[in-house]
């Protein structure tokens, strides 16, 4: 099982990023896609899941507003866009599956102007 992540990005306050997670060695449609981040200092957060399947998403409250979940079941990949982005957006951004706690390596997303 592998899920390798979109490399680091830099982006401005107000702006948008747009995060992949391109799995391999499982049946992509048969698990839950969980994101979480931990910002600088902080503990892990969660900040929803996608259920491949058929589309479905969760997300935390404090998020519901500015993230948007989707998936490529062709290509057996995770995304993750987070919308009207500020300072405190600034962390590293995981996906992870549950089948066997596999996560990816992480994207560091930098908000600065």
């Known amino acids: 099982v592998q899920l390798v992540q979109s490399g680091a990005e830099l982006r401005n306050p107000g702006a948008s990023v747009k995060l992949s997670c391109k799995t391999s060695?499982?049946?992509?449609?048969?698990?839950?896609m969980y994101w979480v981040r931990q910002a600088p200092g902080q503990g892990l957060e969660w900040m929803g899941r996608i259920d491949p399947e058929d589309g479905d998403t969760r997300s935390a409250q404090k998020f519901q507003d500015r993230v948007t979940f989707t998936v490529d079941t062709s290509t057996s990949t995770a995304y993750m866009e987070l919308s009207s982005l500020k300072s405190e957006d600034t962390a590293v951004y995981y996906c992870?599956?549950?089948?066997?706690?596999?996560w990816g390596q992480g994207t560091q997303v930098t908000v600065s102007s």
């Open positions: 992870s599956t549950p089948l066997g706690d596999h």
């Open positions: 060695g499982y049946v992509f449609i048969n698990y839950y």
